[in-house]
């Protein structure tokens, strides 16, 4: 690597040659403040915040794109420097909502942090205005709040990284707001929602549609039976909520706090995770032996399923139409479950936590109600399941390690990798692998599809067979993807698609982090991590192998792939306008 050589605030330093003034400084351990810059997403010197002095230069100079060059002197912290990011604060909070107090984001916001780093005073020095039309509710999994916007534009990057595009800056000048074309309200346009613009936003513009209060309702109602499941990837994430480092497994104390406000039952999604494996492997068989649609492609993702209804609805026949772990676990919770205990499903309200806005949408989708009910009622992000936690006044760090409930409690190693990208599919191959060849496989670590890579390709030789398979997190990856298998230039067997860079343990429902951490820690790599890790220490790795899997087969469904589980735990898609 070319190294070039600088002074930073008077001190030398050897730094990379192609680096930013941003991205130098910080390697010595200096944070110039930012607001617009997120790390491979949004780097565009718009918010002004990160103005350094550069020696020989005419005017200050934006760190996060200007380049260094050998005998760089650079000056981060002059009076000069320290006057424009003050009145620069000034000025966006001069047209900012100050609910701070209320606010979803206090303490976690980057504009307060500043403000409060640089001794930001409450009384105003410059006279602004709050922008018109500055809400938009109109969908069930999000909301925007344009009072609370400082026009970073980190929400239209994150959108164009995810290849939709469906915000952008509308009017201009002093009317400049983040919203749809037209003013469209966003449940009109083909949002995935995915949530990615929430975790980007560094204010309170962009929050998940709060649905805390639903299930504390429910849970005070005593007609109702509450029940609540857990996706994988939200032990993987929850403990940052109370301190802990980033990809700290907390599904013990996750157990124990979820039981302590209130529910009755609380289960593990890793069930219906196993159970997706069962139906998903069995279909990806039949379609190989009987010439099936080719290459089978993952529907766990919901965010990647609307994405595939609007933007490529000629390759629907691909999804598998298994229902996704989420509403699989709720389907059985209200027919299986509810059949051996004897209770009317109607009196069961079913909650879900998962790592992901998308879900929200889900849950109201059509042909997801096997027992004539929505299979999933109310769906809570991991941030929202942290609220909860904190206005109950549960201290969790110090909350003992539980189990779930035995029901369905008991799960694979397969089931917890579903959280990761590449996870899903390598739990497939693990039971396709071992039904196809006939026998129990040795070999279940399928390492080439593991990692945060946006694409992923590899071949595997099960039964005589070349398997081809391929994984894509992301959608911009995801379409890269399938624009080859629509044009018939891939030859691909298996398809998993997840719709958030990194799987869902980088979902937008999970605890939001900072631009400066993301600089410096892979969170998608750590969260992932924390799961491998799970999966490598559990007893049962593989799904089949799972004894409340056979039970629920035995007692249920009969066998994968039978006219019962395909009432319950299947579905169809819908073919959407952009």
Same mark, same amino acid.
């Given at each position: ?26 390697? @010595? ?7 617009? !810059? ?60 100050? *609910? ?25 020095? !410059? ?56 003013? #469209? ?12 613009? /929430? ?5 309170? #513009?962009? $929050? ?33 909520? !109370? ?43 039949? $379609? ?44 059985? /919770? ?33 042909? %997801? ?119 018939? %230039? ?36 750590? $969260? @992932? ?45 819908? *073919?959407?306008?952009?």
């Amino acid at each position: 690597m070319d190294m070039v050589n600088i002074k930073i605030n008077g001190v030398s330093y050897e730094v990379p040659k192609d680096s930013t003034v941003l991205e130098a400084a910080r390697t @010595a351990g200096i944070d110039i403040p930012t607001l617009c !810059f997120l790390k491979d997403i949004n780097q565009i010197g718009a918010c002004r915040m990160c103005m350094v002095e550069v020696k020989g230069a005419r005017s200050l100079v934006a760190a996060c794109v200007y380049p260094v060059n050998d005998g760089m002197e650079v000056f981060t912290n002059s009076p000069k420097v320290q006057q424009s990011r003050r009145m620069t604060l000034e000025l966006l909070l001069s047209v900012h909502e100050r *609910k701070c107090l209320t606010c979803d984001r206090s303490g976690n916001c980057e504009l307060q942090k500043l403000c409060n780093d640089m001794g930001i005073e409450e009384e105003e020095r !410059f006279a602004g205005a709050l922008p018109n039309n500055v809400t938009d509710v109109s969908t069930p999994y999000l909301e925007r709040n344009n009072a609370k916007c400082v026009l970073c534009r980190r929400c239209v990057a994150a959108c164009q990284n995810q290849h939709v595009s469906v915000i952008g800056a509308n009017n201009r000048g002093f009317d400049t707001q983040i919203g749809c074309a037209f003013e #469209a309200p966003l449940a009109d346009v083909s949002c995935v929602a995915c949530g990615q613009c /929430i975790v980007s936003c560094p204010t309170g #513009a962009l $929050r998940e549609k709060d649905n805390t209060q639903d299930v504390i309702d429910a849970i005070n109602d005593p007609e109702k039976i509450v029940i609540v499941q857990t996706a994988p990837a939200v032990r993987a994430a929850l403990g940052e909520e !109370f301190g802990m480092p980033i990809g700290t497994n907390v599904e013990g104390k996750m157990a124990a706090a979820l039981r302590r406000l209130g529910f009755d039952k609380v289960f593990d999604t890793d069930f219906g995770a196993d159970m997706t494996i069962m139906e998903e492997a069995h279909e990806f068989v039949d $379609r190989v032996k009987n010439g099936g649609t080719l290459p089978m492609i993952t529907s766990c993702s919901p965010g990647w399923v609307k994405f595939c209804e609007h933007y490529y609805p000629d390759l629907l026949d691909n999804l598998s139409s298994c229902k996704s772990p989420q509403n699989m676990t709720g389907a059985l /919770i209200k027919t299986w479950y509810a059949q051996k205990e004897g209770i009317d499903p109607s009196k069961i309200v079913s909650v879900s936590v998962m790592p992901c806005t998308a879900k929200k949408f889900e849950i109201k989708r059509e042909d %997801e109600a096997a027992a004539g009910l929505p299979d999933v009622d109310i769906s809570l992000t991991t941030r929202e399941l942290a609220k909860m936690i904190k206005k109950a006044q549960l201290n969790f760090n110090r909350l003992p390690d539980e189990k779930f409930d035995d029901a369905m409690g008991v799960s694979t190693g397969a089931a917890v990798i579903f959280g990761a990208t590449g996870g899903v599919m390598e739990a497939a191959l693990r039971t396709a692998a071992d039904v196809l060849e006939g026998k129990s496989v040795e070999s279940i670590d399928y390492e080439e599809v593991r990692g945060t890579e946006g694409i992923k390709e590899a071949v595997y030789k099960v039964a005589g067979m070349d398997v081809k398979v391929a994984v894509a997190s992301g959608l911009s990856n995801a379409n890269k993807i399938l624009e080859k298998i629509r044009a018939g %230039e891939a030859d691909y067997h298996f398809v998993e698609i997840m719709c958030c860079p990194g799987g869902c343990v980088n979902g937008g429902g999970q605890p939001i982090v900072s631009a400066t951490e993301r600089s410096f820690t892979d969170v998608k790599a750590q $969260r @992932a991590k924390a799961l491998y890790d799970q999966d490598k220490a559990m007893p049962l790795r593989k799904s089949h192998e799972s004894p409340v899997v056979k039970k629920c087969y035995e007692e249920f469904l009969g066998e994968p792939g039978s006219h019962k589980a395909h009432e319950v735990l299947h579905t169809t898609y819908v *073919k959407r306008g952009y």
